[in-house]
């Protein structure tokens, strides 16, 4: 019988296998597909990172040590994981409200100054100037951060796995749990294949975990498909030695972000915006709008990024797990207090999934963590509007 099942191998249960592994604990990792995949969170080949988090400062430990893990895991590996070309957060005047934050400009630049991490404010005077990629109109108001970056999701994902293997991790992949039982002193996991009895069991499954949690959870959670789009670098200004990771708060309130070109990845600019309407079954597929990248390209991406040309080279379509409150779950299951569930969500959990794997193992191996994830309990949530 393994000590823990980890139900989920993308971004937060990849990293949480790595972690209980190399702690010694014997894991059994799930997955009902085959990660790295591209039918759920964790895929388009790179993610944003910051230190400077726009989302709060309770977030910046976490990525810290995401960086930290990931650099420890390229140098056992050799694999090529986070490029720290720098990350610039742009805010429109009248602009602001995003993820959660009410100024996510202001917050970007708080959250970095509170613990020592390198932030340039810059008008738009300044931000043309040193970075002509960017159509920065009078009023905009800006933060560089130069040790942001982006980091490669998929490459992560199979870093991590390989790793917890190495470890001593066993790891099933195309195997679809089916349900979870709670057990005096332990949790019965039933799969399509087998039936497995742990100790202790953690729920990662990003965009599915609502259909294995209980209704009062699942219904804290939407599930919207988002579009991402690589773009020509028509001029050839836009490669990542020559030009930053970026978000763009606009008014609406709406952002654009974006990944400069990468050599050996999508020769083209990728560029996201967000919408939170839509909302979908992770089961039901999702096929974006027709037309939706040349309205990205005409309405936010050729005013405001020169030289990004309106040929679409590449789209793809991601799924964001929403939150009330834009931030993560952490928590034990109501009635359950074997199963934690665990979601690195609403759009900008990528870059704390290393430091959440961490901070999750260290709590069921020391019964606490280095850093507080009280600030991701349940209790705080509320289900939308029209949901039971
Ligand atoms: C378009 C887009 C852009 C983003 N940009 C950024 C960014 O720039 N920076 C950033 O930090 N974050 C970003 N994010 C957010 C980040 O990518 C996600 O928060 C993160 O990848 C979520 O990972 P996860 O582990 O929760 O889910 P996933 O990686 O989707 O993993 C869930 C896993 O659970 C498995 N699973 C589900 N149900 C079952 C079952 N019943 N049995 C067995 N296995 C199951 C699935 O197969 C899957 O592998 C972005 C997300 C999207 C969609």
């Not at 972690?19 to 039918?39: E, K, M, T, W, Y």
């Not at 199979?158 to 349900?179: M, N, P, Y």
């Amino acid at each position: 019988m393994p000590d823990v099942v980890v139900i989920g191998l993308g971004a937060a249960g990849s990293a949480l296998v790595d972690q209980l592994a190399r702690r010694g604990v014997d894991v059994l990792g799930i997955d009902r597909f085959s990660p790295p995949h591209d039918l759920g969170s964790t895929h388009g080949e790179t993610r944003i990172t910051r230190l400077a988090v726009g989302e709060g400062s309770t977030y910046t430990p976490l990525v810290q040590r995401s960086h930290h893990i990931w650099r420890e895991l390229e140098a056992e590996t050799g694999a090529e994981l986070l490029t720290l070309n720098g990350c610039l957060v742009l805010q429109d005047a009248g602009a602001g409200e995003a993820h959660g934050a009410a100024d996510f400009l202001a917050t970007t630049v708080d959250s970095g100054r509170s613990f020592g991490v390198a932030v340039e404010e810059l008008d738009a005077a300044a931000v043309r100037a040193r970075f002509p990629q960017f159509a920065a109109p009078e009023g905009t108001r800006a933060c560089f951060e130069p040790g942001g970056g982006f980091v490669r999701p998929e490459a992560v994902v199979a870093a991590q796995l390989d790793s917890a293997r190495r470890h001593g991790a066993e790891i099933h992949t195309g195997e679809r749990v089916l349900s979870l039982q709670h057990l005096p002193g332990g949790v019965r996991i039933r799969t399509e294949r087998a039936s497995y009895d742990a100790d202790r069991c953690v729920l990662c499954a990003g965009p599915w975990l609502r259909a294995l949690t209980p209704p009062e959870v699942a219904s804290l959670f939407t599930v919207v498909p988002q579009t991402l789009c690589w773009f020509d670098d028509a001029s050839g200004g836009h490669t990542a030695d020559a030009m930053p990771a970026f978000i763009w708060v606009l008014r609406g309130p709406t952002l654009i972000y974006g990944v400069p070109q990468v050599s050996g990845l999508t020769p083209g600019v990728k560029v996201g915006t967000e919408q939170f309407t839509e909302a979908i079954d992770p089961d039901a597929g999702f096929t974006a709008p027709s037309g939706a990248a040349a309205r990205l390209w005409e309405e936010l991406v050729g005013p405001r990024l020169p030289g990004v040309g309106p040929r679409t080279v590449r789209t793809a379509t991601c799924l964001y797990t929403v939150t009330s409150d834009m931030g993560f779950a952490v928590d034990t299951l109501p009635g359950d207090d074997r199963t934690l569930l665990v979601s690195a969500c609403s759009g900008h959990g990528f870059k704390h999934s290393a430091g959440i794997g961490e901070a999750v193992a260290q709590l069921l191996t020391d019964g606490h963590s280095d850093v507080d994830l009280a600030p991701f309990a349940l209790g705080r949530l509320q289900a939308p509007a029209g949901r039971g």
